[in-house]
Structure formats: structure tokens, C-alpha cells
């Protein structure tokens, strides 16, 4: 795999089948590793280890339905209280962010009002606070570090 725009981090591979697995701390299990588990396992690391989010706030890879169309959100951050802190949206590398992804985030987001949006490639990072009032979002040079 590649060298992303996050710092290093250690992870735990298993090879079995022709195939390479990661370690996802979140969900408990080894993944198959793709390009985009890739960048989502850093991601979780840099929320983690750089932004000091709970592992117990954070959720990966759940089901959510948008228009009667069921999605997948890839990362997702909670507020002690419930409410949802943060979406990510985790592109593989070769995946240029553009229009489309934000647009696919904020779709997410009208069902899930979180209060920030990351978008990444593992390259390049976006980050947004929702400006619910307004209707829009303001992009900023980084998300908070999560405070207890």
C-alpha cells in the first residue's frame, strides 16, 4: 500500500488466501485490505492517537437509508450524548475528491446532522463545519480534538 498524508502508524496484518487482512480496533476484526480500508484504518488511527476521540464514540461502516436508498457511511463520531460529532468519508487513493464526494456526504448528513464532514483520500483532507442555520458548510484547516 501506498504512503498517505497521515502520520505512521502500526498496524496488525494477516495474510491468508491470497489475501491480506488489517486489524480494525473499532469493529473488533481483521478486514480484507483495499485502498480505501487503507485510508479508513489511518483515519481512525489520526482520530485517535491525533485528535484524542474515544474509541467507544467512534463506529465504522454502518447502514443508513437516504430516500429510501440504503448507504454505508464509512466513520462516524458520536457525542457523549448521542448525537453524531463527525462523519468521514474515506476515498481510495486513485480517487479524485471532487463536487460528487461532497455532495455524497451531504446527503448522508441530512440524515445524520453531524456538526462536522471530513472527506479523504489518504492524500488530501477536507474538513467542514455545518453552518445548519444557513444551509451550508464552512471549510476549516482541520477538525477539533475531542473534548471530554
Not at 45 to 68: A, D, H, M, R, V
Request: glycine share 2%.
Amino acid at each position: 500500500m501506498i504512503k498517505l498524508n497521515f502520520p505512521t502508524y502500526n498496524f496488525r496484518f494477516k495474510s491468508s488466501e491470497n489475501k491480506v487482512s488489517i486489524f480494525d480496533p473499532i469493529r473488533k476484526k481483521f478486514v480484507v485490505l483495499q485502498p480505501e480500508e487503507w485510508v479508513r484504518q489511518h483515519c481512525i488511527q489520526f482520530l485517535i492517537q491525533e485528535k484524542g476521540y474515544p474509541k467507544s464514540l467512534i463506529n465504522i461502516e454502518k447502514e443508513l437509508t437516504i430516500n429510501t436508498l440504503k448507504k454505508r457511511y464509512d466513520i462516524v463520531v458520536f457525542n457523549s450524548d448521542g448525537s453524531i460529532h463527525l462523519i468521514v468519508e474515506c476515498k481510495a487513493p486513485k480517487i479524485i475528491i471532487k463536487q460528487d464526494t461532497f455532495d455524497q456526504i451531504a446527503r448522508y448528513n441530512l440524515e445524520l446532522n453531524a456538526t462536522y464532514l471530513m472527506v479523504t483520500n489518504g492524500l488530501n483532507h477536507y474538513y467542514c463545519q455545518m453552518d445548519f442555520k444557513n444551509e451550508r458548510y464552512q471549510f476549516l484547516k482541520n477538525i477539533p480534538d475531542y473534548i471530554k
